[in-house]
């Protein structure tokens, strides 16, 4: 089975400050792990997803996330924030090709002028 | 072409009608996800079509809900007597499984349901 769980539902920054949103997956075969950013009354948009040729992993928006196995972590980074980029962060994981993600619960990013 | 598509984006509706949305994916993108979305969760698997076929259901799914792709392109997803619990933003996905390895699936901007 395949799960996500994200710690904190709710994250406050400051604007230039270190952005950080954790991502703990639960998979019993090697996952494929996503970044989605949701913005009000929008759809989802992909920011990254890891592929396995690299364990730190380079989104849009200046994003990057780490995959840690030992820690069964993804937990995404921007080294400043903008006040663009408050929105909710959801990860997913998915096992195989074709099959369902599952998504966490939902991380909601505020920026503080 | 743009993106995934779906319409209508907002519908109020009141309970026991029936209601009915399309979805319209990416061109040549054989796979087709529906997903429900309530307020502060992650969107949830309702079923997904590999062209016409639909190869997995949720138990989310239940007997009142019925999707279709009949030509393997757009996507409709009918519910039937409808309840206030079905109230959410449903969210259509499409992905290119023979070009994407890792099977990104890429959403449309959902239809918010109201039921009163």
């Known amino acids: 089975a395949q799960s996500v769980t994200q710690l904190g539902s709710h994250v406050s920054v400051s604007e230039g400050a270190l952005v950080l949103l954790r991502c703990n997956y639960s998979?019993?075969?090697?996952?494929?792990l996503f970044w989605y950013v949701q913005y009000p009354n929008q759809g989802l948009q992909l920011l990254l997803k890891?592929?396995?040729?690299?364990?730190l992993v380079k989104g849009i928006n200046g994003f990057e996330a780490e995959f840690k196995k030992s820690e069964t972590s993804f937990h995404l980074t921007k080294p400043s924030a903008h006040m663009s980029d408050a929105a909710e962060y959801f990860c997913a994981v998915s096992a195989n090709t074709g099959n369902q993600f599952y998504f966490g619960t939902g991380t909601s990013l505020t920026v503080i002028p | 072409d743009t993106g995934v598509s779906q319409n209508p984006r907002h519908k109020i509706t009141k309970r026991g009608q029936n209601v009915t949305f399309r979805c319209d994916p990416i061109?040549?993108?054989?796979?087709l996800y529906w997903y429900r979305q309530t307020l502060g969760q992650g969107p949830e698997f309702l079923t997904y079509f590999q062209n016409e076929a639909q190869l997995e259901k949720s138990r989310l799914l239940s007997d009142r809900f019925s999707a279709e792709r009949p030509k393997g392109s757009f996507s409709t997803l009918e519910i039937q007597r409808t309840e206030q619990g079905d109230s959410a933003m449903y969210l259509c996905?499409?992905?290119?499984?023979?070009?994407?390895?890792?099977?990104?699936?890429?959403f449309g901007p959902g239809t918010r349901l109201l039921v009163l």
């Open positions: 998979s019993s075969v090697p996952p494929y």
């Open positions: 996905a499409s992905s290119d499984a023979e070009r994407d390895l890792r099977e990104t699936q890429y």
């Open positions: 061109s040549e993108h054989n796979r």
């Open positions: 890891y592929t396995s040729a690299a364990t």
